[in-house]
């Protein structure tokens, strides 16, 4: 597949099974991942890889905040198996500095072009992915067990496997639709 067929049939894979990327594939999608737009070449990310007993980690902390908020038996169960719907998550987190010419904007785009880029580079390696945020990728609660700065905010959880099924393809939109001219 080529760059333009990859870009142009680029869709999410829900349903991840093992094998999860293995290490070549992972340095891969890693080094995809800084290889994107860096205004200042400032490195605006930090990537936690969770997969064997991180996912569970993972789960507990999502556990932990969806009963410290007051999540019904049901729930707290669901948050904790999060996790576990690919042998693989990366968490992207944005982590901005303080620049007198890159806001904290760019910095943040920065990090979610990171994110794709990883995704791409997954789907090229003939993988799945899916990029995901929900309540706890803002939650303060996993941001402290995570160890992230009060500065840090988490771009997304980014899903990765092998694909369980092919997903029906999506119907196409035309760029152009959303362009005009000045």
């Known amino acids: 597949m080529d760059a333009t067929e990859l870009l142009l049939t680029r869709q999410s894979c829900p349903r991840l099974i093992a094998p999860a990327p293995d290490e070549s594939q992972l340095k891969v999608i890693l080094d995809a991942g800084v290889r994107v737009p860096d205004h200042g070449g400032l490195s605006p990310w930090e990537f936690i890889i969770a997969q064997g007993e991180g996912l569970n980690?993972?789960?507990?902390?999502?556990?932990?905040?969806?009963?410290?908020?007051?999540?019904?038996?049901?729930?707290?169960?669901?948050?904790?198996?999060?996790?576990?719907?690919?042998?693989?998550?990366?968490?992207?987190?944005?982590?901005?500095?303080?620049?007198?010419?890159?806001?904290?904007?760019?910095?943040?785009?920065?990090?979610?072009?990171?994110?794709?880029?990883?995704?791409?580079?997954?789907?090229?390696?003939?993988?799945?992915?899916?990029?995901?945020?929900?309540?706890?990728?803002?939650?303060?609660?996993?941001?402290?067990?995570?160890?992230?700065?009060?500065?840090?905010?988490?771009?997304g959880f980014l899903y990765l496997g092998t694909q369980a099924v092919k997903a029906p393809s999506k119907p196409s939109k035309s760029g152009s639709e959303f362009a005009r001219y000045l």
């Open 57 to 155: 980690r993972l789960g507990d902390i999502f556990l932990q905040a969806a009963t410290e908020n007051g999540a019904d038996e049901a729930k707290q169960a669901k948050a904790q198996s999060m996790p576990l719907r690919a042998p693989m998550v990366i968490i992207v987190v944005a982590k901005p500095k303080t620049h007198g010419k890159v806001p904290e904007i760019e910095q943040l785009i920065a990090a979610g072009c990171s994110t794709m880029a990883m995704q791409q580079a997954a789907f090229a390696l003939g993988l799945g992915g899916i990029w995901r945020t929900g309540d706890f990728a803002f939650d303060k609660r996993v941001h402290l067990s995570l160890g992230l700065s009060d500065a840090d905010q988490i771009v």
